[in-house]
């Protein structure tokens, strides 16, 4: 069983297009996260939901938009997609807030926006 | 300046060898230092984990802080090709917020 599952696994798009990455988790964890890696591989934080809540809304386009039905998912959509965009999303949950020496991550959706 | 800095690399060693992975950092109130192994088109998972100063050890790795001079460092013993993979340190504390502070990630490639 998958701890942390994203769907799609790849994403091509056209710019200007409108797409959304899924996720769940069935770990039980409270946090949930969005990461995106950069060509150069450095993970920088997104966001966080802890339970439903937006925790951490770090700064990014406004055309991102996370949404956490319940706490075993969070979803991430992107408006208006830009050649910029094009990186490797990981979500990534723990038990609580921080993540501390329990964080795990999905397999990540590689999006590629041409 | 970045919170965390590590040597992107890559580094290429033989299989074997020892292998010797740092991270410098700059805040002072981190307490946890994580390293995450990342195979390629896969994501990171967790290796092992430090608190605060001292030495660590798993099988053939070994993590090691320093806080005193902000660097820490993974020790992998007797390298295999298998240990081919990005790895990133990662570090969190009270004033950090809820996420980790991860650094750029060292390639390292062991040639069989």
């Known amino acids: 069983d998958t701890a942390v599952s994203q769907t799609p696994k790849y994403l091509v798009t056209q710019m200007g297009n409108d797409k959304s990455i899924k996720c769940e988790q069935n770990l039980g964890h409270d946090t949930m996260y969005w990461y995106k890696q950069d060509s150069k591989k450095f993970l920088k934080i997104m966001f966080s939901y802890n339970n439903k809540e937006l925790i951490i809304n770090e700064t990014v386009p406004n055309r991102f938009s996370p949404k956490s039905p319940d706490k075993a998912h969070l979803n991430l959509h992107i408006n208006s997609l830009e050649l910029g965009d094009s990186a490797v999303y990981f979500c990534?949950?723990?038990?609580?807030?921080?993540?501390?020496?329990?964080?795990?991550f999905g397999q990540g959706t590689r999006l590629t926006v041409v | 300046q970045k919170e965390v800095e590590q040597d992107p690399g890559p580094l290429s060693v033989p299989e074997g060898a020892i292998v010797s992975l740092n991270c410098t950092y700059s805040n002072s109130a981190f307490q946890y230092f994580m390293w995450y192994r990342q195979y390629s088109r896969k994501g990171p998972e967790l290796l092992m984990y430090?608190?605060?100063?001292g030495n660590k050890e798993d099988g053939r790795f070994t993590a090691q802080v320093d806080k005193s001079s902000k660097y820490i460092s993974l020790f992998i013993r007797d390298s295999q090709p298998s240990d081919s993979a990005t790895y990133l340190c990662?570090?969190?504390?009270?004033?950090?917020?809820?996420?980790?502070?991860f650094g750029k990630g060292t390639s390292l490639l062991v040639t069989p």
């Open positions: 990534a949950s723990s038990l609580r807030p921080g993540g501390v020496t329990e964080a795990f």
């Open positions: 990662a570090m969190w504390g009270r004033n950090s917020g809820y996420a980790l502070n």
């Open positions: 430090t608190y605060s100063s």
